[in-house]
């Protein structure tokens, strides 16, 4: 079995491009995950369009490509009107939704092919485009055990849990993990505090060989940002200890955040799980990256 | 010399000059090449000047940096340029590579980036 995770978009809310991001990057979210011979894809954010031109300069025919989104905010879709695969006509793509028979992303992925928005209408694209339905209990798709977590953000978002042959991976993004604390107070005014993750949401990441996590604030900033669905990275760092996860990738890097921040962002997120005792290896996700797990 | 009558200002002609400039066929051989500073394992402290599109590391003696570390593989890792920048590709090592202590398949290469595989230790260190 081999699985393979590349980064190709880790930003949030705007893409960033410039000197000051290029080493943590500037696209927008979006995560490939390569199980085995299928394709799964994390978010459609602005990264998704160069994983588009990779996949076509494989001149790979028949394409099936499994597309999960957390959400429909700009950031995770506008990649997809750029997606090359989805213009040919001997690919597929499966759109999952969760819930029973809501198609929310499906429509807003045509919606914002509408010709006020862009010049291609949805209709044209040649692929193959059909919903699907993933409930909350776990699904096999392709032999792989996907499970969705609904998360605390502004309009829903959804985590997403992929297993196969005992090794797992949480896509966690655009969470606003601080506002679901059981400890909320006591850990705004005390930031020492480890604070404490619900339960249920712990169990979901539980023992992930990669969490993909949310870390957009420090906690300094946090208070300023509060309702706006995002988590403090040390809150990420505490999410990861509490499940015993092997790695943990803080995702999501603010617009405004230039590499060397992000890169003190991950110094302190790394010493604050030594502190509690775990070997949790944390790192800032990056463009480009690949891991094979 | 004096202007003809009619004829144009040639310093408005301008763009035709910066987009020579920015395209000059083989400025990648004078400028400053991207190095591989080994500060740890067999022979270090030295310098592995990167000049070539793909560069193999490994401790055969065929590849293009040779290092004789019992603790890497014969072909390591792979070094590939795209435009300016230089990308890092696990061979199917036996020990992995490590870039900035995260086990990683492959990697972008940014300054002050710190490479490990086995017990050889490089800085990559960026190109002008």
Redesign the interface.
Known sequence: MSI?VRFWGTRGSIPTPGHKT??FGGNTSCVELRIDESLFICDGGTGLRELGVELGSKNQQGLEVHMFFSHTHWDHIQGFPFFLPAYAKQNSLIVYDVGKDDDRVHRLLKGQMQTDYFPVNFSELGAKIRSAFLQFEPQLIDGVRVAAFEQAHPGRSFAYSFEKNGTKIVYATDNELDATLLNRDESLRDRRLLRQIPEAFVRFVAGADLLIADGQYTDEEYPGKVGWGHARAKTAVDLAVQAKVK?CAIFHHDPMHADELVDHMIQDCRERAAEFGSDV?I?GA???????L | MPKSPGEKDRTLDAPTVIGAARVQPGARQTAKPSVLQQIGGPGAPRDHRLDLDEMIVGRSVQVHISIDSGLISRRHIMLRRSGPEYACEDLDSSNGMYLNGVKVHSATLREGDTLQIGDVVFVFREGR
């Open positions: 393979f290029r080493t790695q290896l790192f990056r463009e480009g990256l690949t891991l094979k």
